[in-house]
């Protein structure tokens, strides 16, 4: 994918990329560290190890689709607070 505000691939980072993944070409930096990170419920695939999150295996900020999961996932959130 081409680097917009949706997405961006920032091969000069010495971690690059910082998860292992099949394609390397779709794999967007857009969302360094995920701002879903301290969500109980984020969606993602993340394990507990020892009472700390841990998102090796989870590629949802990375994917070409990450950057519109995200901005649901938190407006969802937002409707839902003001709801209450």
Same mark, same amino acid.
């Given at each position: ?27 967007? /930096?857009?969302? /360094?560290? /995920? ?19 841990? /998102? ?29």
């Amino acid at each position: 994918m081409e680097n917009s505000y949706r997405f961006y691939r920032n091969t000069a980072c010495k971690y690059f990329p910082c998860h292992k993944v099949k394609n390397e070409e779709d794999f967007n /930096c857009m969302f /360094c560290y /995920c701002p879903l990170y301290f969500l109980e419920d984020c969606g993602g695939n993340y394990i507990n190890n020892q009472g700390i999150k841990d /998102c090796t295996n989870c590629l949802i900020p990375h994917s070409p689709n990450g950057y519109d999961y995200i901005n649901n996932k938190i407006m969802a959130i937002n409707s839902e607070r003001m709801r209450k």
